[in-house]
């Protein structure tokens, strides 16, 4: 097969959707089919353009086009900058030799018109794979009304983009169902979630983590927020647990990671002067196995408005890592039943600071607590969740596409432990 992957970012981008980029296209060359990737010459949420017009990397084509002008200076700007990436995409697109398959991510938001296009002008198939939903983000931000033109225009525009894609693939259950709401037929839906590599996030034991001894953390209980903290999630949780629990010297709250909302805490705690906190920026990818590995137990959060509309893909590097999670959120989000299904943490409701920290006191005083649902994660991970799974059953969706075959079910990878989905 000849594939096309069309993404704003891509590697060398630390974004969860380039890596995921990276990740497929990789494994896809591997099995001996042509892929191609068009993506932007800028790193997500930067200005200007750092990266080359055309490379191959690891036997992918990388294309990319444009660049960001304005980064993240306003909603307006970024309509802009998305505005031309989405002509100089569908200029490029339209050059490459004729692909079996197009694979439009939701990065920028209905970039799968131009999978549309291609598969109108050049008889392709177009799998529509959605990492978030929009207008439903912004209107959950409060960034736009749910009632108001322009809303009612774009969902007018993304259920389009549904309604033509010869497959839509989903991140979790909790999307599934919003997709079905938005009158998506059920059998056009297939359930890939995200996943991680459990080669290379192996589990370093404490006593071997180099970040231990260097971030001043040896006989410390760490409780890791790891990623990006942004609007999509909730801090005012972790900001009470993190007050709450400041008298215990015992216990280390680590920031691992950027964002909005990181900014936000780290002024918080900065503030307060709480000495339970330390802050760090991104690690590279190759010292991901001992940043996730840094942690006795890895903190998620989904503010409740976010449920269905994207899947945190932590989740996965945390298992694969073969920690324990704490998610605050929906327990009916796809992390919530992930980690309830597999015995990997445990689920907070938002809000419930007394929860919150309770379970981190318990969980400081039963380390071997911690360790058991860490290896479960791993065990999860390995059975069903890791990145060869899904990658192969990417692939075999392609194929199925290509050939005029119907995949057998929309529940194609089951993020589960052998439980029904």
């Not at 997709?179 to 297939?190: A, D, F, S, Y």
């Not at 780290?266 to 760090?280: D, G, I, R, S, Y």
Request: charged fraction near 25%.
């Amino acid at each position: 097969m000849r594939i096309i992957l069309l993404n704003q970012a891509f590697y060398p981008d630390h974004a969860a959707t380039a890596q995921h980029a990276h990740d497929l296209a990789k494994h896809l060359v591997t099995q001996g089919h042509q892929v191609a990737v068009v993506a932007s010459r800028s790193i997500y949420g930067s200005k200007g353009a750092a990266l080359p017009r055309r490379e191959t990397v690891d036997g992918i084509e990388v294309h990319r086009v444009g660049k960001s002008i304005f980064g993240k200076a306003s909603i307006l700007a970024r309509m802009f900058d998305f505005a031309l990436f989405y002509l100089l995409a569908l200029v490029k697109v339209m050059r490459l030799k004729r692909p079996d398959v197009i694979v439009p991510f939701s990065t920028p938001p209905f970039i799968a018109l131009v999978g549309w296009a291609l598969k109108t002008v050049k008889r392709c198939r177009y799998v529509y794979w959605v990492m978030d939903l929009y207008p439903d983000v912004p209107i959950a931000f409060g960034i736009m009304k749910a009632d108001g033109f322009g809303a009612r225009l774009l969902e007018r525009v993304h259920r389009f983009c549904f309604r033509r894609a010869d497959k839509v693939v989903v991140l979790g259950r909790c999307m599934r169902d919003r997709l079905i709401g938005k009158g998506t037929p059920p059998e056009r839906i297939v359930l890939i979630p995200p996943w991680a590599d459990v080669d290379e996030l192996e589990p370093l034991p404490r006593d071997e983590n180099p970040l231990r001894k260097e971030w001043g953390l040896e006989d410390k209980l760490v409780v890791m927020y790891s990623g990006n903290l942004g609007l999509a999630h909730d801090i005012d949780t972790l900001r009470g647990a993190i007050v709450k629990l400041k008298d215990r010297d015992d216990i280390r709250f680590v920031f691992v990671g950027g964002g909005k909302l990181m900014a936000q805490m780290q002024a918080f705690c900065e503030q307060q002067k709480l000495p339970n906190t330390v802050f760090k920026p991104y690690q590279p990818r190759e010292s991901i196995r001992a940043s996730l590995g840094l942690a006795d137990l890895h903190l998620i959060s989904q503010a409740n408005a976010m449920t269905g509309l994207l899947v945190p893909s932590k989740l996965y590097g945390i298992m694969a890592a073969g920690r324990a999670s704490v998610f605050v959120g929906q327990p009916d989000a796809e992390v919530g039943r992930v980690i309830e299904e597999t015995g990997c943490g445990r689920v907070v409701s938002i809000g419930d600071i007394d929860a919150l920290a309770g379970t981190i006191v318990e969980l400081a005083g039963d380390r071997q607590a911690c360790e058991r649902m860490g290896q479960a994660a791993r065990d999860a991970m390995i059975a069903t969740l890791d990145r060869r799974h899904a990658c192969e059953a990417w692939e075999q969706l392609l194929g199925e596409c290509v050939n005029g075959r119907t995949p057998e079910s929309s529940a194609r990878t089951t993020p589960t432990s052998g439980q029904e989905a």
